[in-house]
């Protein structure tokens, strides 16, 4: 177990819906990243927040949002969805300070299943 | 820009053979780290280890042992005396401190299966 908590564990909903994932760093983290792995794109960073601010993006989309919250859990929103966006969505979390790149521990996964 | 090309999209051993994965990465940065993941068939990664750019000293922990070369940026991981439960999709994933923040950039994992 690493400390990382992801909810729902699966997902599965219609095209053109709206959808929240949520994600609960281990404790004192706060660093928090969501990666989306799907069979043709591998394991793809989509964005970073740092203690409540953005800190980088990645190949996210329009329709893909996030924030982290004061108490630093984090929600990654996905809009319209697509068939495409069926995948496995990872939070994972880093004890980071900013100034060096530490490992990430990643949650368990919500699967994402867009019908 | 960063890349990570793990060439063994699967393996497949016997019980008790060694088996290494391979790791090549690109980059521009002079500061970087390069981690390796392990995901099993239940789904979750799992952090195996992390490698600074300026630590070429190879690491061993209990069968696992990790080979670090800069000169041909590689970053090669071994098990020694595989068993089953070694059997998961391994992942080399890379990481440029100054240029692109902490995300990490991973490969396209290698399969292994173990066999009894």
């Known amino acids: 177990d690493s400390g990382v908590t992801q909810t729902p564990k699966h997902l599965i909903t219609a095209t053109g819906q709206r959808v929240t994932l949520r994600c609960s760093p281990r404790s004192g983290d706060l660093s928090v990243y969501w990666y989306q792995q799907s069979l043709d794109q591998g394991l793809q960073f989509l964005i970073h927040?740092?203690?409540?601010?953005?800190?980088a993006k990645g190949n996210i989309l329009e329709r893909f949002s996030a924030q982290q919250f004061p108490d630093l859990h984090s929600e990654l929103n996905l809009s319209s969805l697509e068939l495409g966006d069926s995948a496995l969505y990872f939070c994972a979390s880093s004890p980071e300070t900013g100034s060096s790149s530490y490992e990430q521990y990643f949650g368990p996964g919500t699967r994402l299943t867009v019908t | 820009a960063q890349k990570v090309t793990q060439a063994q999209t699967e393996i497949s051993v016997v019980e008790k053979e060694d088996v290494t994965l391979d790791c090549v990465y690109e980059t521009r940065d002079t500061t970087y780290y390069l981690f390796w993941y392990k995901q099993p068939p239940s789904g979750e990664l799992v952090f195996l280890i992390r490698?600074?750019?300026?630590?070429?000293q190879n690491e061993i922990s209990g069968r696992y042992s990790w080979n670090f070369q800069k000169s041909t940026s590689s970053f090669n991981f071994t098990i020694t005396a595989s068993q089953v439960v070694d059997s998961a999709v391994y992942f080399c994933?890379?990481?440029?401190?100054?240029?692109?923040?902490?995300?990490?950039?991973f490969g396209e994992g290698t399969q292994l299966t173990v066999n009894p």
């Open positions: 927040y740092y203690n409540g601010e953005e800190r």
């Open positions: 490698r600074n750019s300026f630590d070429e």
């Open positions: 994933a890379l990481s440029e401190g100054e240029t692109s923040g902490s995300r990490l950039t």
